[in-house]
């Protein structure tokens, strides 16, 4: 049986996501309020970044939904949600500087980068594992104990540790992509004075939620091995 620990960590770590993805969302309207002086949609500062460093085989598209903004190394597209492809203020500018930042880190083979792209296929058969061991736990099959249920937590532990692992990873390459698009805008001075506080200030709380997701994932992958692990005393 799903043990009450275990949900109330999850009410936890959904609760302290839900606030900080408003206070994001809360960040991105205001500087989306704020005009950048330089005049530049989001489109035209993705595409400035990628000439800047030389980078003339990633694509620059319009996507949908909003905040929604993403880099995709396998097709080498950066797709921009409308607000920010056209969008002419801070907050866009920031998004599409960060998601450059990503393309960047591609083009120079970045470690990180690499480490999380070839992690993404062992969180995503360890996601779609975790369904059905947690059907196991509802229908009792840990309660028992015995060697199939030992191996069950096993398995469990090992998923929720690969989902960890993939969570923590990405902080380095997201910090990085920030810090990649913060230098470029400072240093071309496309974003000048407030306008760059703004812009660090966006990304910052874009960060929380990377996060927030890391810790939610870690604690997780601690609560499972410690059940685990004290079943076996």
Same mark, same amino acid.
């Given at each position: 049986m799903?043990?009450?620990?275990?949900?109330?960590?999850?009410?936890?770590? !959904?609760?302290?996501?839900?606030?900080?993805?408003?206070?994001?969302?809360?960040?991105?309207?205001?500087?989306s309020?704020?005009?950048?002086?330089?005049?530049?949609?989001?489109?035209?500062?993705?595409?400035d970044?990628?000439t800047?460093y030389?980078?003339?085989?990633?694509?620059?598209v319009?996507?949908?939904?909003?905040?929604?903004d993403h880099?995709?190394?396998? !097709?080498?597209?950066?797709?921009?949600s409308?607000?920010?492809?056209?969008?002419?203020?801070?907050?866009?500018?920031?998004?599409?500087?960060?998601?450059?930042?990503?393309a960047v880190?591609h083009a120079e083979?970045?470690?990180?980068?690499? !480490?999380?792209?070839?992690?993404?296929?062992?969180?995503q058969?360890?996601?779609?594992?975790?369904?059905?061991?947690f059907?196991g736990?509802?229908f009792?099959?840990?309660?028992?104990?015995?060697?199939f249920?030992n191996?069950?937590?096993l398995a469990l532990?090992g998923t929720f540790?690969?989902?960890?692992?993939?969570?923590?990873?990405t902080?380095?390459v997201e910090?990085?992509a920030s810090?990649?698009?913060l230098?470029w805008?400072?240093?071309?001075?496309?974003t000048?004075?407030?306008e760059?506080?703004?812009?660090?200030?966006a990304l910052?709380?874009?960060?929380? !939620?990377?996060?927030?997701s890391a810790l939610?994932?870690?604690?997780?992958f601690l609560?499972?091995?410690m059940?685990?692990?004290?079943?076996?005393r």
């Amino acid at each position: 049986m799903i043990g009450m620990g275990y949900m109330v960590i999850v009410g936890i770590v !959904t609760l302290v996501g839900w606030l900080i993805s408003s206070r994001l969302k809360s960040k991105f309207k205001h500087y989306s309020q704020m005009r950048n002086s330089s005049g530049k949609s989001g489109a035209e500062i993705a595409v400035d970044m990628l000439t800047h460093y030389g980078i003339r085989d990633v694509k620059v598209v319009q996507g949908q939904g909003s905040l929604t903004d993403h880099y995709n190394p396998k !097709t080498k597209t950066i797709a921009l949600s409308p607000e920010v492809y056209q969008g002419r203020h801070v907050a866009a500018a920031a998004v599409s500087a960060h998601e450059c930042g990503h393309a960047v880190q591609h083009a120079e083979a970045y470690a990180m980068l690499k !480490t999380r792209s070839a992690l993404v296929p062992v969180v995503q058969f360890s996601t779609k594992a975790q369904q059905f061991l947690f059907y196991g736990m509802m229908f009792g099959m840990f309660a028992g104990g015995g060697a199939f249920g030992n191996m069950l937590m096993l398995a469990l532990v090992g998923t929720f540790g690969a989902t960890a692992l993939f969570s923590l990873v990405t902080l380095p390459v997201e910090f990085d992509a920030s810090r990649r698009a913060l230098n470029w805008l400072d240093d071309t001075g496309n974003t000048q004075g407030a306008e760059y506080e703004g812009a660090k200030d966006a990304l910052w709380w874009a960060a929380m !939620t990377y996060v927030a997701s890391a810790l939610g994932a870690l604690v997780m992958f601690l609560y499972f091995l410690m059940r685990m692990l004290g079943s076996q005393r």
